[in-house]
């Protein structure tokens, strides 16, 4: 199986922070990679899929990059409704295992 | 507007099966080309897949619980399911259905507790 890590596990920003979330593979997924968000008690919403395609209604603020290995999930400019936990997802080969998520907490 | 529904009992015990039931709304669940998915999150925990059946009826489901899983269409009822055999209290989740590869459509999730 596909091993995927996340840094950081959690971080603490302001509004208006551009933040950056960062996914790494075990090996090499091409651009099989995808990343949700995550609140409190609901389902996760895709916000990429392909490392760097917007899915349909996600805000451009949110912007993904990378292949091979390592990915990151950037948002331009934190607003409070984007505190949340954040998963990437391999869906290179299954089990398209997530990574372990990271927390975005007010700081 | 596709939704999904997911239902089945809140509670199972030891060595049981567990039996989820997804009902899509909003559109046909034969109609197009879509992978229909199973994903688990224990409490406070992350995510994970287990598992997928294609509109054609192939399936493809996590190694780790490939002995166990069954994943199957009711075109009738326009409603897929989940069979888990054999569960334990490691199997205590909340368990989503979701359409799309990636999933981009989810259910809101229901919560299976595996308890005597």
């Known amino acids: 199986d596909i091993q995927m890590t996340q840094s950081p596990s959690s971080l603490s920003a302001s509004v208006g922070d551009r933040v950056t979330i960062t996914c790494r593979a075990s090996?090499?997924?091409?651009?099989?990679l995808n990343w949700y968000q995550q609140k409190p008690g609901k389902a996760p919403k895709l916000l990429i899929y392909?490392?760097?395609s917007l899915q349909s209604g996600v805000p451009s603020k949110f912007s993904g990059s990378g292949s091979g290995t390592d990915f990151t999930l950037t948002i331009s400019s934190l607003q409070p409704e984007d505190f949340a936990t954040y998963y990437c997802?391999?869906?290179?080969?299954?089990?398209?295992?997530f990574g372990p998520g990271t927390k975005v907490d007010i700081k | 507007q596709v939704q999904l529904q997911e239902s089945g009992p809140g509670l199972v015990k030891p060595s049981q099966t567990l039996s989820l039931t997804c009902t899509v709304s909003?559109?046909?669940?034969?109609?197009?080309?879509?992978?229909w998915s199973w994903i688990r999150q224990p409490a406070g925990k992350g995510l994970e897949w287990i598992g997928r059946?294609?509109?054609?009826?192939?399936?493809n489901y996590n190694p780790s619980l490939k002995s166990r899983v069954t994943i199957s269409v009711d075109t009738s009822k326009n409603q897929f399911s989940l069979k888990l055999s054999s569960v334990t209290a490691a199997d205590t989740a909340v368990y989503y259905c979701?359409?799309?590869?990636?999933?981009?459509?989810w259910g809101q999730g229901t919560l299976v507790t595996v308890s005597s």
């Open positions: 979701a359409r799309g590869n990636p999933p981009g459509y």
């Open positions: 909003g559109g046909s669940i034969s109609s197009g080309s879509y992978y």
């Open positions: 059946i294609y509109t054609s009826g192939s399936t």
């Open positions: 090996q090499s997924i091409s651009s099989y």
């Open positions: 392909a490392a760097s």
């Open positions: 997802q391999e869906s290179y080969s299954t089990p398209f295992t």
